[in-house]
């Protein structure tokens, strides 16, 4: 029964932040690899950053130097710290926890940024 559930999205103005959490259950976290995606209308879902049990991190060029994902063993959670949010980055944001026998999604959280 794994479980993933996002919060933390919402209307921003371009330039602004916010910061999206996800919150697991279910599932052995130290062992899990976390990840966020995205979707936005029209487009294919994207991976926009990574970080692995050792917590190395991965991001999409086009969040690269912008945002920041982190995780916190304690609370069973990951964060994507978004900075200087561009119109682009308006999308459906989705956590990912991927383990040996799961690879699992929660329902997602929109963030919408007007210019």
């Known amino acids: 029964q794994v479980q993933l559930v996002e919060s933390g999205g919402g209307l921003v103005q371009a330039g602004g932040s916010l910061r999206l959490s996800c919150a697991a259950s279910?599932?052995?976290?130290?062992?899990?690899?976390m990840a966020w995606y995205r979707q936005a209308p029209g487009k294919q879902r994207e991976l926009v950053a990574t970080i692995t049990t050792g917590g190395s991190t991965y991001y999409a060029d086009s969040v690269k130097g912008r945002f920041a994902i982190s995780r916190d063993s304690a609370k069973n959670t990951v964060y994507l710290q978004m900075n200087s949010l561009q119109p682009e980055d308006t999308a459906v944001y989705y956590c990912?926890?991927?383990?040996?026998?799961?690879?699992?999604w929660g329902q997602g959280t929109q963030v919408t940024v007007s210019s």
């Open positions: 279910g599932i052995i976290f130290s062992a899990s690899a």
């Open positions: 990912n926890a991927r383990g040996y026998l799961y690879n699992s």
